[in-house]
C-alpha cells in the first residue's frame, strides 16, 4: 500500500494550492479518503474527507468555503484544492485511507488504515 502526497509548497496569503494524493496497493474505490494535517508543536487534525464515490464530503470548520476535496477513482487519486490560503495552513498534510461499509465520514486519525507521507504547505504572510 501507498500513498503519496504531492502538491505542497510556499505561497503568499490569499493564493491557491492543490494537493494530489496518488493511492496504489489497495482497492481505492473502495476506500474513504481524507485529507490531515500536521503543524509544528500541534496535534494532526481533519482537514477534508471524501467517501468513496466522492457523493459525500466533509470539510473542517477553519478550511470550509476555501478547500475542496475531489477524488478521481479511474485515476487512484485524491485532491485537495485550497484557495484563500492563509498562514496558519501552514502545516504538513496527509493523505489517509479508510475501509468501511458505512457512509459517514470520520474525523479522527485512528479511524484510518493507511497514511501518506505528507507535503508540506507553508503560507507566507
Known amino acids: 500500500v501507498q500513498l503519496q502526497a504531492s502538491g505542497g509548497g510556499l505561497v503568499q496569503a490569499g493564493g491557491s494550492l492543490k494537493l494530489s494524493c496518488a493511492a496504489s496497493?489497495?482497492?481505492?474505490?473502495?476506500?474513504?479518503m481524507a485529507w490531515f494535517r500536521q503543524a509544528p508543536g500541534n496535534e494532526r487534525e481533519f482537514v477534508a474527507g471524501i467517501n468513496w464515490s466522492g457523493s459525500n464530503t466533509a470539510h473542517a470548520e477553519p478550511v470550509k468555503g476555501r478547500f475542496t476535496v475531489s477524488r478521481d477513482n479511474a485515476d487512484n487519486t485524491l485532491y485537495l484544492q485550497m484557495n484563500g490560503l492563509k498562514p496558519e495552513d501552514t502545516a504538513i498534510y496527509f493523505c489517509a485511507a479508510r475501509r468501511t461499509f458505512g457512509n459517514s465520514i470520520k474525523v479522527v486519525t485512528s479511524e484510518y488504515q493507511y497514511w501518506g507521507q505528507g507535503t508540506l504547505v507553508t503560507v507566507s504572510s
Open positions: 496497493g489497495f482497492t481505492f474505490g473502495q476506500y474513504h
